[in-house]
């Protein structure tokens, strides 16, 4: 309904508004649907010309001759390929529903408990990550000095190698992590790695994100004698929120995979870290279990960046509503 046929049905201004917020609201859900369908679509396709660049590059390297073998290119950088290393897209596919030996469940069930498992501690730690990122991302806006002494010993922290201090990690939470009133498992030591990996895009992103105002808007809230509490919720912290989200999106990402090499390095059981290592162990009688395992964490790591995309359209979009009307 075009405005000049909402203006000839009535000339009541507050059932024009009103007709127009409904119009505006018609058009939203429909570019909400077009967008999810293209981008629904789009995803589609990107997986399918990857199955198509796979299928492709495993036919050419098993069509590799001895002659070819010793190329520069084609048989070195280029190897050959059997379907022990590059098992058939639809193997890999159906084992999604195949029942693994000594199992009573098909293995999709299996992989959704443990990504279920395994999105609980990255969860945990995402949230403390995010927690423990802001705090230090207010410190640092807050203090300049303390930027310039903190923020390299911020960056790194990130040097050091987490397979390395992952196992650290779970043998303090079984000996010294005591203290709490709730008894202290080895997933809660394996969302402490996935926070490792959570607070530096959240503090880095978040320090930027705080210090993206334009002074002169800084300098209006101080000629209203605003707080530094009112500069935070009104200015700094709406200021920083795409920053914020897009350190979320890093941070979601990063959790999982923390999470999975924590899983990994600490020997936890339950989680898809175990499974990658254990299908990794009996990669040579079943190499397509361990490529669906993969593909399952690389879902699970899918599914939470699109979680925080959903939230940041929500925020940033009621925010955008709220500063146009």
Do not use: C
Request: hydrophobic share 50%; no cysteine.
């Amino acid at each position: 309904m075009a405005d000049t046929d909402i203006d000839a049905d009535t000339d009541d201004p507050l059932v024009r508004e009103h007709r127009i917020k409904q119009q505006a609201a018609q058009e939203q859900r429909r570019d909400a649907v077009v967008r999810i369908t293209r981008q629904t679509v789009t995803f589609a396709l990107f997986l399918a010309l990857l199955a198509g660049l796979y299928t492709g590059y495993k036919a050419f390297g098993q069509a590799i001759d001895d002659a070819q073998h010793d190329w520069a290119v084609v048989g070195s950088v280029l190897p050959r390929t059997d379907d022990l290393n590059m098992p058939p897209v639809s193997e890999i596919f159906g084992q999604f529903g195949e029942t693994p030996g000594g199992q009573d469940r098909i293995y999709v069930h299996i992989l959704f408990d443990e990504a279920i498992f395994t999105l609980r501690e990255a969860f945990a730690g995402f949230m403390v990550g995010l927690v423990i990122g802001m705090v230090i991302a207010l410190a640092l806006a807050q203090w300049r000095r303390l930027e310039q002494g903190l923020l390299p010993y911020v960056i790194a922290s990130q040097t050091i190698p987490l397979i390395a201090i992952a196992p650290i990690i779970v043998i303090w939470g079984r000996k010294n992590f005591d203290v709490f009133p709730w008894e202290w498992q080895d997933w809660m030591s394996v969302s402490i790695i996935a926070t490792y990996l959570t607070f530096f895009p959240v503090a880095v992103n978040g320090l930027r994100g705080l210090q993206s105002p334009r002074p002169e808007n800084q300098e209006l809230m101080e000629s209203y004698a605003a707080s530094w509490t009112q500069m935070l919720w009104r200015l700094r912290l709406p200021a920083s929120l795409p920053y914020l989200f897009a350190a979320l999106k890093i941070a979601a990402t990063a959790s999982i995979v923390g999470a999975i090499v924590g899983e990994i390095s600490a020997g936890v059981e339950g989680g898809l870290g175990r499974r990658i290592l254990r299908e990794a162990f009996n990669y040579t009688t079943g190499p397509d279990r361990l490529f669906a395992s993969v593909l399952g964490a690389a879902v699970l790591g899918i599914f939470v960046f699109l979680v925080v995309t959903a939230v940041e359209r929500l925020v940033v979009g009621n925010q955008t509503q709220e500063s146009t009307t």
